[in-house]
């Protein structure tokens, strides 16, 4: 059984800052590369960032380059997101979910968390 619980979402006005969690179950969290997508609205889920086993490979879509930091703890079972200088269109909620193997950032599973909602105003 997969499960992944995202936290940290909150309202933030424009510039601000926010660090998401997310508690993996999953007891060879280690073995597999971790993502961050997020959905915005009316929007399909979209690719944020990822990050390899060993902590050493980091990707990131484009717009967030720059504001975002991916980061893991191994021992811990945890994947984090830290999000500075905060903008509107940042606007969706955030999942995580392992990376499928030998893929860029494709979901290993089928099955995702609730979600976190982060909300930037202007």
């Known amino acids: 059984q997969v499960q992944l619980v995202e936290s940290g979402g909150g309202l933030v006005q424009t510039g601000g800052s926010l660090r998401l969690s997310c508690a993996a179950s999953n007891p060879t969290f280690s073995t597999y590369a971790m993502a961050w997508f997020r959905r915005a609205p009316g929007k399909e889920r979209a690719f944020v960032a990822r990050?390899?086993?060993?902590?050493?490979?980091?990707a990131y879509t484009d717009s967030v380059k720059g504001r975002f930091t991916i980061s893991r703890d191994n021992a811990d079972n945890v994947v984090y997101l830290q999000m500075n200088s905060l903008k509107p269109e940042d606007t969706a909620v955030y999942f995580c979910n392992y990376v499928a193997r030998g893929t860029l950032y494709a979901p290993a599973f089928n099955s995702w968390g609730q979600g976190t909602q982060v909300t930037v105003s202007s």
């Open positions: 990050i390899n086993r060993s902590n050493d490979s980091i």
